[in-house]
Structures are given as structure tokens and as C-alpha cells.
């Protein structure tokens, strides 16, 4: 009976620091994931005249209506040479396909499920300020002044493989929603498209929606504090690529202020 009581207390020492250590392997991997997809972006540019692959672009199938929309993870995949990178098995939202490989979405905006099949968890920051494109196309190494700075690519728990700090941060506080409405926008698509974070909309991170890993410019990836992420004064450059005091009118188009909803939204939620 003593020794099976040590071995009690032996196991009930151990199990957390075992569960513990494969937590840490997988956050581990969630980092070299993305380390990975900017290796993936840099080799993309080398050979794309130094621009960045589009975060949407359409493409010609023999399957009707006769076109897939495809997404920067389809640019990068030949670089990458693995869809595994592009799913982390720690973030809830990797059990369903993003919106290019959903065929609720891709069929109501009449276009064939893209191929190969990638699921959600990462998403491209659509910095559309910096290209002075709505579209978010077209960004060239040279357009980005701060490489190491700006996020490129973020984990997410949203369908959509762009996103941006236009959305608000929603973590199910009413806070959040003075800075715009939140809601599960992925419910309406239909019944196998089920709502990720109960009572809150897909949102950047999964850490507790405290912290995210990202991949910035000049390729490199960290595990990043949300509100580290709008650090900064207002006259300085921030992760999310742009400078809070010109957003009214010191952009290629005036009323940005909009832009500025996660940071605003995060700050009001603390």
C-alpha cells in the first residue's frame, strides 16, 4: 500500500509537467510553422520580381463554372512543398477549410473549392495601406519600410485567409463591441460551417485571445502580446504596418480611422 501511495503521489507530480512539456512542443511547432511559410514567402518573392504573392487571385479549372479562387497559401505551397505547415494542431479553428477551400462560400460566390484543401489558422494581414490597393495585391519588398517590423502572416481563428486590424477584437466583452459589431459572421454559411469561439466572432491568436505567433516581412516569426501588436506612439510605425496619426487623411485615401478598430477595441476590453 506505501508504494502504490508514492507511486499515486509520483504520478500526480508528473502528469502536469508531461502535459506541460507537450503543450510546449506544440507551441513549438505553431512557431516553426510560420517560420516555415516565411521562409516560403521570401523564396516566392526571389522568383516574383520581389513582390509578394496576392492574397486572392483566380485560376482557370475544367470543372464548372470553369474557376477556383486560390490564396497566397496556393502560391507558397510549391515553396513549401507541404500542406501540414499551413495546420496547427493547436488551434481549434484547424478542424474546418478556409473560405477559398469551403464549398458553402466558394459555391455562393460561384467558383469551384480550391485544391489542394487548406484549412484554417493562418491568415495573410491585408495591408492594403502600404500597397495603396484595396485588394491588398501587389506588395513589394521595397513598399515595406520596417520589414522586421510588420506581420505579414497571423494565426487566426477566422475562415478568411486575409484579415485585417479593421476587425474588431472580440474576446465576448461588451467593450469590444463599441468599437464594432461582434459577431460569429461563419455561422450563416451553412451547417457544416459551425462557430469556433462560442459567443464571440473568429478573432486573431488562440492563446486565451491574449497572444498570437506571427511571420513578418524579412520572414522571421515570434510568439506576439495583441496589445504588444498596437504598441507604440502615434507617430510611430506598429506591427500591423501602419502610423495611427495619419490614418485620417495621410494615406492613399482619407477616413481611415477605421483601420485603428482591433487597437481601439482591444484597449476598451482590458
Not at 507541404?82 to 496547427?88: E, L, R
Not at 491588398?136 to 494565426?155: F, L, Y
Not at 510605425?237 to 501602419?242: I, K, M, R
Request: hydrophobic share 40%.
Amino acid at each position: 500500500m506505501v508504494v502504490i501511495a508514492i507511486i499515486a503521489i509520483l504520478a500526480a507530480m508528473l502528469f502536469p509537467v508531461y502535459a506541460q512539456a507537450k503543450q510546449a512542443a506544440k507551441n513549438t511547432t505553431s512557431i516553426s510553422n510560420l517560420k516555415q511559410i516565411g521562409t516560403a514567402l521570401m523564396m516566392y518573392t526571389a522568383d516574383n520580381d520581389d513582390r509578394f504573392p496576392n492574397r486572392r487571385y483566380q485560376v482557370a479549372v475544367t470543372t464548372a463554372p470553369g474557376r477556383a479562387l486560390y490564396s497566397w497559401k496556393h502560391s507558397t505551397h510549391p515553396y513549401a512543398k507541404s500542406t501540414d505547415i499551413y495546420t496547427d494542431s493547436t488551434n481549434p479553428a484547424s478542424k474546418f477549410v478556409d473560405d477559398v477551400s469551403d464549398p458553402y462560400i466558394s459555391l455562393a460566390d460561384n467558383f469551384v473549392p480550391a485544391d489542394p484543401v487548406f484549412r484554417r489558422g493562418y491568415s495573410m494581414n491585408n495591408t492594403f495601406w502600404l500597397s495603396g490597393d484595396w485588394g491588398g495585391n501587389g506588395i513589394s519588398v521595397s513598399q515595406v519600410d520596417e520589414p522586421a517590423k510588420v506581420m505579414q502572416i497571423t494565426e487566426t481563428t477566422s475562415v478568411w485567409v486575409d484579415y485585417g486590424v479593421y476587425i474588431p477584437y472580440c474576446n465576448g466583452s461588451a467593450a469590444s463591441a463599441t468599437y464594432g459589431h461582434c459577431v460569429d459572421g461563419e455561422t450563416w454559411w451553412g451547417p457544416n460551417v459551425p462557430r469556433v469561439w462560442p459567443g464571440a466572432a473568429p478573432n486573431y491568436g488562440k492563446w486565451g485571445h491574449k497572444a498570437m505567433v506571427s511571420t513578418f516581412f524579412d520572414g522571421h516569426a515570434q510568439r506576439i502580446d495583441l496589445g504588444r501588436t498596437c504598441a507604440g506612439g502615434a507617430n510611430e510605425l506598429n506591427n500591423w504596418g501602419y502610423v495611427p496619426s495619419m490614418l485620417p487623411n495621410g494615406y492613399f485615401a482619407a477616413g481611415l480611422e477605421w483601420l485603428d478598430t482591433f487597437c481601439q477595441s482591444y484597449r476598451a476590453a482590458q
